[in-house]
């Protein structure tokens, strides 16, 4: 399964920008923020580290962002969730009328069919049970 390139705060030296900085134990976008230059980033970790000590950077991948539930090991339909603005942050989450979600998504039956693959896989690999929620970026 491709993931984007990521680094732990251990490696700060060999980020590259622009950046994701996600807390590891949180949900629901709390403490992500997209850095797009090093002039903001000691900024945003400070404030992701209000919220938590353990932190990880990844690429920023520009594209469409979708998502696959996969119930019992068998992938759901895939949805694309198109934020009214930004990225899909809390905001864009929890405030009625901030996101569309389009079921299927309107994307080539090749790239549906693998993201419903790597979803599966990824249930069963880790052996997961009942629900779970699988989020990608879909290149631009």
Not at 89 to 114: F, H, R, W
Request: cysteine-free; charged content about 30%; proline content about 5%.
């Amino acid at each position: 399964v491709p993931t984007a390139r990521f680094w732990t705060l251990d490696e700060i030296e060999k980020i590259e920008f622009p950046l994701v900085i996600n807390p590891i134990a949180e949900g629901s976008t709390v403490g992500v923020f997209i850095v797009n230059n090093k002039d903001n980033f000691q900024y945003y970790l400070k404030e992701t580290q209000k919220i938590s000590e353990n932190i990880f950077f990844e690429e920023y991948i520009s594209g469409r962002e979708v998502t696959v539930s996969v119930l019992n090991g068998k992938a759901l339909p895939v949805i694309e969730i198109k934020p009214k603005k930004g990225f899909y942050d809390y905001e864009s989450k929890y405030q009625k009328g901030m996101t569309e979600y389009i079921v299927p998504a309107d994307l080539p039956e090749k790239i549906n069919n693998k993201l419903k693959e790597y979803s599966e896989k990824i249930f069963k690999v880790f052996n997961l049970k009942g629900a779970v929620r699988v989020d990608y970026i879909v290149k631009n």
